[in-house]
């Protein structure tokens, strides 16, 4: 298949799937979210991929919602959509992001530059997390006048614990790459120039262990992540978005 916003990569058994969208930071629109969820989907049949790396093209992992051209809004608030369509649009981020995580290939998030929003949401549906140093977080989505959706809340709270994922969703506030390492949200931090190489070598490692055994785990993972209610918790969070995304502030956030 041919791809708008994203660059596929083949490694032997390691796919690397790149967001290319370096213009805008690898902003994300309905365009990237609904081939996130396509790409991931095909390649749930790609038996001979045992790893898929998730990274960014550009100076940036991703820098969340392109806020010129936000996820689903043309059809979110277009006079000629029809309730179910709008509420279609408005689970765009979700969809996406359940592709990554029921993929049975293990995924690693190569990081850098921003993760920011919707970044950072993409980032918690992979399995590993590597991250340059001088890599910036943060969660902006309370300050912009919406909630953060897409079922990153619960991702965040099943990674790092309520009290934490509270603090960095409604302070909003910036942290490094270090601060994420301390928080439990990256595997690795490493050197800018050994980024690459790094997860390369990561890729390597998880590709060469018994395929079946591997398989199992993730399985027991989203076993373990279903007892917490994950799917229940974000089937809600599009009709959440779209709600907010009427209120003045987030239309001053997200202009149509």
């Known amino acids: 298949m041919t791809w708008q916003t994203l660059e596929l990569e083949e490694r032997g058994p390691v796919t690397w799937v790149w967001l290319r969208r370096p213009e805008r930071r690898n902003a994300l629109n309905a365009v990237a979210l609904e081939e996130i969820a396509a790409c991931f989907a095909a390649l749930q049949t790609r038996f001979d991929t045992r790893v898929v790396v998730l990274g960014g093209r550009g100076p940036s992992f991703c820098a969340g919602a392109d806020r010129k051209d936000p996820p689903g809004a043309a059809r979110m608030g277009a006079d000629d959509a029809t309730p179910r369509e709008r509420r279609h649009a408005s689970q765009l981020g979700r969809r996406a992001l359940e592709a990554i ?52 809340v619960p991702r965040l709270v099943r990674d790092v614990g309520a009290l934490r994922a509270r603090e960095l969703i409604l ?20 050197p800018p120039d050994a980024l690459d190489a790094a997860v390369a070598d990561l890729a390597a490692r998880l590709a060469a262990k018994p395929e079946i055994a591997v398989h199992m785990t993730k399985t027991q993972f989203r076993a373990y992540a279903a007892t917490l209610a994950l799917g229940d918790a974000t089937e809600t969070d599009g009709d959440l978005l779209f709600a907010a995304s009427r209120t003045g502030v987030a239309r001053k956030s997200f202009p149509a």
């Open 101 to 152: 995580e029921a993929l049975d290939a293990v995924t690693i998030a190569r990081l850098h530059g921003h993760a920011i929003g919707g970044g950072f949401a993409l980032a918690l549906a992979c399995d590993f997390r590597v991250a340059a140093q001088g890599t910036v977080f943060s969660i902006p989505e309370v300050d912009l006048g919406i909630p953060l959706a897409w079922g990153a």
């Open 171 to 190: 302070l909003c506030d910036r942290i490094d790459a270090s601060d994420a390492l301390a928080h439990g949200l990256l595997n690795r931090v490493v």
